[in-house]
């Protein structure tokens, strides 16, 4: 089974209006971290957001957040008011105490920003 | 600015040449670095976990002697690519971190774009 899983491809919103990218995951681990990245085209993968398995509220930075439901497994990530420069692949990734580190990351979703 | 730099960004090499991709902490030391692999519309594949001092992990299916990793310092690892093909053509990136728990910072360099002709 995949332990990130983005279900959304591409993604279209309107600019100023918010958009939810979904991501879910799959872990036994008690602790573990959620972290969103976005890559523009020219790769570089910029860290958003980041939600602990044991933090009680949900992260928030900027005009990102993350809608964390642990018993669901999913930790969305929330863009409000969306500019024309969010327009980008979105990962979402997990790291497990018990995996030495490494990151796992889901399939991306492309966000495309409409003027 | 950036924490991690990678160099080169863009590198062309002949096939049957190796080519070296550096990929440095700036400000912190990094007990862990992290190579990935990035194909086109893709997600990212690890290719290798580096600790400093010790031989690099590798992922199953990365071939080790084609992939050469060192990360001699806590400031700097290095992927070599052997004898590269036009197929090793690809987007590299790394990553590094302080620690191997959840919550550690993972910070990534600017990658670097490889075609092999």
């Given at each position: 089974?995949?332990?990130?899983?983005?279900?959304?491809?591409?993604?279209?919103?309107?600019?100023?209006?918010?958009?939810?990218?979904?991501?879910?995951?799959?872990?036994?681990?008690?602790?573990?971290?959620?972290?969103?990245?976005?890559?523009?085209?020219?790769?570089?993968?910029?860290?958003?957001?980041?939600?602990?398995?044991?933090?009680?509220?949900?992260?928030?930075?900027?005009?990102?957040?993350?809608?964390?439901?642990?018993?669901?497994?999913?930790?969305?990530?929330?863009?409000?008011?969306?500019?024309?420069?969010?327009?980008?692949?979105?990962?979402?990734?997990?790291?497990?105490?018990?995996?030495?580190?490494?990151?796992?990351?889901?399939?991306?979703?492309?966000?495309?920003?409409?003027? | 600015?950036?924490?991690?730099?990678?160099?080169?960004?863009?590198?062309?090499?002949?096939?049957?040449?190796?080519?070296?991709?550096?990929?440095?902490?700036?400000?912190?030391?990094?007990?862990?670095?992290?190579?990935?692999?990035?194909?086109?519309?893709?997600?990212l594949m690890l290719m290798a976990t580096s600790?400093?001092?010790?031989?690099?992990?590798?992922?199953?299916?990365?071939?080790?002697?084609?992939?050469?990793?060192?990360?001699?310092?806590?400031?700097?690892?290095?992927?070599?690519?052997?004898?590269?093909?036009?197929?090793?053509?690809?987007?590299?990136?790394?990553?590094?971190?302080?620690?191997?728990?959840?919550?550690?910072?993972?910070?990534?360099?600017?990658?670097?774009?490889?075609?092999?002709?």
């Amino acid at each position: 089974a995949q332990k990130i899983t983005q279900t959304q491809p591409g993604m279209f919103v309107q600019e100023k209006e918010a958009v939810t990218l979904d991501c879910t995951y799959d872990t036994s681990d008690p602790s573990y971290g959620l972290f969103w990245y976005k890559q523009p085209s020219s790769g570089e993968m910029i860290f958003l957001i980041y939600q602990g398995s044991y933090d009680q509220q949900n992260a928030t930075e900027g005009r990102y957040s993350l809608n964390f439901q642990k018993a669901r497994k999913s930790a969305n990530l929330v863009i409000s008011a969306s500019q024309l420069g969010d327009s980008a692949m979105y990962f979402c990734a997990m790291r497990e105490d018990t995996n030495a580190g490494k990151s796992t990351f889901g399939d991306g979703t492309t966000l495309t920003v409409k003027p | 600015g950036a924490v991690v730099s990678q160099h080169p960004s863009w590198v062309i090499c002949k096939s049957g040449t190796s080519v070296k991709i550096e990929c440095r902490s700036l400000d912190f030391q990094a007990t862990t670095m992290f190579w990935y692999r990035q194909f086109p519309k893709q997600s990212l594949m690890l290719m290798a976990t580096s600790n400093e001092g010790s031989k690099a992990t590798y992922e199953q299916g990365v071939e080790k002697d084609k992939f050469l990793i060192n990360h001699a310092s806590l400031t700097l690892s290095t992927l070599t690519v052997t004898s590269a093909h036009p197929e090793d053509s690809s987007f590299y990136i790394c990553s590094a971190t302080q620690g191997s728990r959840s919550g550690n910072t993972i910070y990534f360099g600017e990658g670097s774009w490889l075609t092999v002709v």
